[in-house]
């Protein structure tokens, strides 16, 4: 479930971002998608990815932009995905940041 600006659990991050659950374990793997674990809950540990660490993210694989023209376009069409994931759930705040970033 979505709390403020973090999207928690791997299908609600996936969901967010546009992908597959599995897409979205690559990345972190792969890719340092920005995902942290609250170890100090003590219940089940849950992946959340929180939008202000999307953008650095993002900034940080657009500096490697000729050796990651791919990547790049994909990092932009996931931020295309999460505004439109947000916009249909009505937080249009968060759409509007979202955008921000994109226009960056």
Do not use: K
């Amino acid at each position: 479930m979505r709390h403020d600006t973090a999207f928690v659990g791997w299908r609600d991050i996936a969901d967010a971002l546009g992908v597959s659950v599995r897409t979205a374990h690559r990345w972190e793997r792969d890719h340092h998608l920005p995902i942290e674990r609250d170890m100090s809950a003590g219940g089940p540990i849950q992946p959340t990815l929180r939008l202000t660490a999307l953008a650095p993210w993002l900034n940080a694989a657009d500096m490697q932009r000729d050796a990651h023209v791919v990547w790049i376009r994909r990092a932009r069409r996931l931020l295309v995905a999460l505004a439109d994931y947000c916009e249909a759930r009505g937080d249009r705040r968060l759409a509007s940041a979202i955008q921000s970033i994109l226009d960056l």
